[in-house]
């Protein structure tokens, strides 16, 4: 058995309850990460003991040092487990990466996964993090979105050096399109849209890109005053027979008759996304752009709009795009289920927006963990709830409390039993010091889910806590000690109070649960025995929680 790791656990132990580690917690922790020691569980008893007697008695400053000795951090911090592989021609104290939303949707896993990788590589490599909405589209922008980005990157722990608004910077736009006119790389084309589509299929020039100097200058003129929305739109002088369809005359600039949400009427001519993209990130020395692969076609583009500008372009990696099978994250879509009542809202349980994984309870670190574990390549893969969930999972175990939810109660009666007023039974098994919870027992009165009756009657089962019996409606009392290997099931009695638990596919179910979950306050996290992990959402009038995950 190796004592290195019942000293680790015996210190972060010791480091979380006050310089005093408990033999059970440190057992506990050592099966979860070595499972196949169960078997040992004897041998090891009397070497945990030992160490946790040693650290206990040692001061904090000693189990401080120790716990630097062996390399551990106290804080699962994320950013230092696990280290991204090198960016090229990154030096450090100069690398400036970015995250880019347009402030149209709530953030969901995908945008989140953008995020943080760019900002773990810009703290890689000491550099800068800058968020920057592209709220060129006033149509699309919101005020609701551009919180709701904020305070789900806050939510993560993502910090940023600098936020930017792409709208802030409209008149420089003006400058580069005017200048990219004069020098003949972009023209002001009147053709309809449809025209448009049209020519870039059959890859054809317009008469508009004939333009002399002064009618572009002029039809430009028009455009920031008389023109009406989409009469005319500036496009760039590429070549309408490029292979990439991105690059055959694409429109930079158009007319958008809308109150943006921030600088409301000011300007009605937008830069279109990839004029913006490309000209903030040189304008704002982007070195890095790691972003999702859907965005491969537009480089080319992107590279193009700047050499034209004499600009220096970012190094640009891709990569995969990102989201849960099944799970939609098109803003489009999520708006219209939510119109058509077939989602709550943008933090329905069924999405992956943060908002929604919030609301169930996730931990911002399980998610983060969860993100960098799926890596910066290119290649698709397929990631489900399961990963997720898993990865929540061994972040959340140890802070929630158990309790117990009866679902489709069943009354039973319990003959012969020893006289009982009440049971004490921990808050969590491995954390035997942060207490007990009460609850108070009358034996005519035991509630048990329905399931649980159907699948165990006629046999002998455990009720956590309380005691053995050999199952009906009038159950016979068996014996008080724990038997191996006999099932256990959680039980209510009297006092219960009613609970709704908003599950994970929109669906509620009802149930009942002990009393002293009255004690519980608005987001606290636990988890319901034999069921799974739930945040309370409501207190009033009844609980609500939201299920987490099993
Ligand atoms: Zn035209």
């Not at 972060?12 to 020691?37: F, T």
Request: glycine share 4%.
């Amino acid at each position: 058995m190796d004592k290195k790791i019942i000293l680790k656990y015996a210190l972060l132990n010791a480091a979380q309850y006050d310089g005093k580690a408990n033999v059970q917690a440190v057992l506990g922790k050592i099966l979860r990460e070595k499972p196949e020691l169960k078997k040992k569980i004897k041998d090891m008893i009397p070497d945990i003991q030992k160490i946790v007697k040693d650290v206990n008695s040692w001061s904090k400053e000693k189990q401080k040092s120790e716990i630097k000795k062996i390399g551990i951090s106290l804080e699962r911090k994320v950013e230092e487990r696990r280290e991204l592989p090198d960016l090229p021609n990154a030096k450090m104290g100069k690398v400036i990466t970015a995250f880019p939303p347009e402030p149209s949707k709530y953030p969901h896993i995908g945008h989140a996964k953008a995020a943080l990788i760019n900002y773990l590589y810009a703290k890689k490599y000491k550099g800068k993090f800058i968020v920057r909405f592209e709220d060129t589209n006033p149509e699309l922008s919101k005020k609701e979105f551009y919180y709701a980005l904020i305070n789900g990157l806050k939510w993560l722990g993502i910090k940023w050096d600098k936020l930017d608004y792409v709208s802030d910077h409209i008149e420089k736009y003006y400058k580069s399109t005017e200048r990219l006119i004069k020098e003949n790389k972009a023209y002001v084309c009147v053709c309809k849209q449809n025209e448009i589509k049209k020519n870039r299929r059959l890859m054809e020039e317009c008469k508009c890109r004939k333009n002399s100097l002064n009618e572009n200058l002029e039809l430009w003129t028009k455009m920031l005053t008389a023109f009406k929305e989409g009469e005319a739109s500036v496009r760039i002088k590429i070549s309408m027979e490029h292979k990439n369809a991105a690059m055959r005359d694409p429109t930079i600039m158009r007319i958008i008759d809308y109150p943006h949400p921030r600088i409301k009427k000011k300007y009605r001519v937008w830069p279109m996304y990839d004029f913006a993209t490309a000209l903030m990130d040189s304008w704002g020395g982007i070195t890095h752009r790691i972003r999702s692969k859907e965005f491969e076609m537009r480089t080319e583009l992107q590279q193009f709009i700047q050499k034209s500008l004499g600009l220096k372009s970012p190094y640009i990696t891709e990569i995969a795009r990102f989201n849960l099978k099944g799970v939609t994250s098109s803003g489009r879509q999520i708006r219209e289920m939510i119109k058509n009542k077939e989602l709550f809202g943008w933090d329905d349980p069924r999405l992956t927006t943060l908002i929604a994984l919030k609301r169930r309870g996730f931990n911002p670190e399980g998610i983060k963990e969860f993100l960098v574990s799926t890596g910066v390549s290119k290649s698709e893969a397929t990631l489900t709830w399961d990963v997720l969930e898993s990865f929540n999972r061994s972040v959340i175990d140890p802070k929630c409390n158990r309790y117990f939810c009866v679902f489709n109660p069943v009354k039973i009666k319990i003959k012969d039993s020893p006289k009982v007023n009440k049971v004490r039974i921990h808050l969590h098994p491995d954390f035997p010091r942060r207490g007990y919870r009460e609850i108070p027992v009358n034996i005519n009165k035991i509630f048990i889910s329905k399931d649980d009756f159907k699948k165990f009657k006629g046999k002998k089962v455990r009720l956590i806590g309380l005691f053995n019996v050999k199952l009906d409606k009038k159950a016979e009392f068996i014996s008080k000690e724990i038997v191996m290997k006999m099932p256990k099931i959680q039980w209510v009695s009297e006092k219960n109070i009613p609970v709704s638990i908003v599950m994970n596919d929109g669906s509620i179910k009802k149930g009942i649960t002990e009393s002293e979950t009255k004690k519980l306050k608005v987001n606290d996290r636990i988890q319901f025995v034999r069921f799974g992990f739930c945040r309370l959402d409501k207190v009033k009038p009844d609980l609500v929680f939201y299920f987490t995950h099993k």
